[in-house]
């Protein structure tokens, strides 16, 4: 947990340091799940606040950067899972304010957003390992939406933006992305963790998670989950794409300029040898 200051400007710096401490806390010592991990299974994960505004002496617009990855087996090897950007946070916040939280219903806009993002990120985790496995977590953080919104703050309704909390929660809950979620667990389970014993068919297999990701994409307009996925996992692609065998290698990059021509630049790494 990082909280970022830079952009505002205030003499009362500790503030900053009393909330990196406040909200990591609330993220790390409270029990998301039933699930029992041991301490080198607990999920990876950053957050990063970046402080845009300071409107009032206790009220604060940020910028918010969430990332979570998962091992992949037989590697030394982290792969990113999540890597989304939210832009509409809005909080009001004093020193040493403890952070109430009740899932059934709504206590501020702090706990709120931690706790969506908290299930968000073991829901996409458990999709990697069982498919389908996040379903129950997608649906707590839908509850937690759904309580927020009374809030009128920004960032949990529909018309606030196209990239927001409610469209990543709707697309996670949505049947007709459910391939895509599929696709998630073929990706990490099937291919990832393969990958070292056999890369060839992992690539293969990348291939038909990227042919159905395509086929949702073309059904859709660019759903959110889409994109998420991309913004994780585009340089990993390329990785993964740029050896082989050169057919796969321009299948791969086919399909990648179709499903994301603004990275085509990226992707043209892919076929440079």
Not at 135 to 144: F, K, L, S
Not at 231 to 249: H, T
Request: net charge neutral.
């Amino acid at each position: 947990m990082v909280v970022n200051d830079t952009r505002v400007q205030t003499t009362e710096k500790n503030i900053f340091r009393d909330m990196e401490v406040s909200f990591a806390q609330f993220m790390n010592d409270r029990k998301w799940t039933n699930q029992v991990y041991r301490n080198e299974e607990r999920i990876k994960c950053n957050i990063a606040i970046t402080i845009d505004q300071n409107p009032t002496i206790t009220s604060y617009r940020a910028t918010v950067q969430i990332q979570s990855a998962r091992p992949v087996y037989g590697t030394n090897y982290s792969t990113l899972i999540l890597n989304f950007a939210d832009r509409d946070w809005e909080f009001d916040y004093t020193e040493s304010q403890p952070l109430n939280f009740n899932e059934n219903a709504y206590n501020n806009n702090i706990t709120s957003m931690l706790a969506y993002y908290a299930y968000i990120i073991i829901g996409m985790d458990a999709d990697s390992f069982e498919k389908m496995g996040g379903t129950p977590y997608y649906e707590r953080a839908r509850n937690i939406l759904i309580n927020a919104q009374q809030s009128n703050r920004p960032g949990w309704n529909q018309f606030d933006s196209n990239r927001n909390r409610y469209w990543l929660q709707e697309n996670l809950n949505n049947q007709q992305l459910f391939p895509v979620r599929e696709s998630i667990y073929d990706y990490h389970r099937t291919a990832l963790d393969n990958f070292a014993k056999d890369p060839e068919a992992s690539r293969k297999t990348i291939l038909e998670v990227l042919n159905n990701i395509k086929k949702t994409k073309d059904q859709l307009r660019n759903p959110i989950l889409i994109i998420s996925f991309f913004d994780a996992k585009g340089d990993e692609l390329v990785n993964i794409f740029k050896e082989g065998e050169m057919q796969i290698r321009r299948e791969a990059y086919n399909l990648l300029i179709d499903i994301q021509p603004s990275r085509t630049s990226k992707f043209e790494q892919i076929i440079k040898n």
